[in-house]
């Protein structure tokens, strides 16, 4: 009887500690459970987070190549205006170099008039000197 009594009490121990195993595995499934549970919000709100990065990371990269082609148009912009005026004070240099060769001969023709009309002049001078030695010797 005692044997039996042990026995018993030996299986009513064995059964216990199995409960309680059980109780620890249970417990350490639920835990297990309530870790990915945490660890899937965690990953969530990660790759959550990523994507609006690399989100914001899009738009400034594309903000960046508009800007890009803003400048780009400026400065071509800016090369236009400038070949236009260089155009222009080109043209005015070469105006102004037509303008002095014309000046350069009216001037000339008027040095010659003003030759002629000496010319003329002292023709006149003379012509009129020697009248009057004519009219002295007469």
Do not use: I, T
């Amino acid at each position: 009887n005692e044997g039996q009594h042990g026995f018993s009490a030996q299986l009513h121990k064995m059964q216990a500690d199995a409960h309680l195993f059980k109780a620890m595995y249970d417990k350490g499934a639920l835990d297990a459970a309530e870790q990915k549970q945490h660890f899937d919000a965690h990953l969530h709100k990660a790759s959550s987070h990523a994507a609006e990065c690399k989100a914001l990371f899009d738009k400034s990269e594309m903000d960046a190549v508009e800007q890009k082609h803003q400048f780009d148009a400026q400065l071509l912009r800016a090369n236009v205006n400038a070949a236009e005026f260089k155009a222009m004070f080109d043209k005015g240099e070469v105006d102004a170099v037509e303008q002095k060769l014309q000046l350069h001969a009216e001037l000339n023709k008027a040095r010659e008039r003003v030759a002629e009309l000496q010319a003329q002049v002292d023709k006149g001078g003379q012509g009129a000197g020697l009248q009057q030695q004519q009219q002295q010797q007469q």
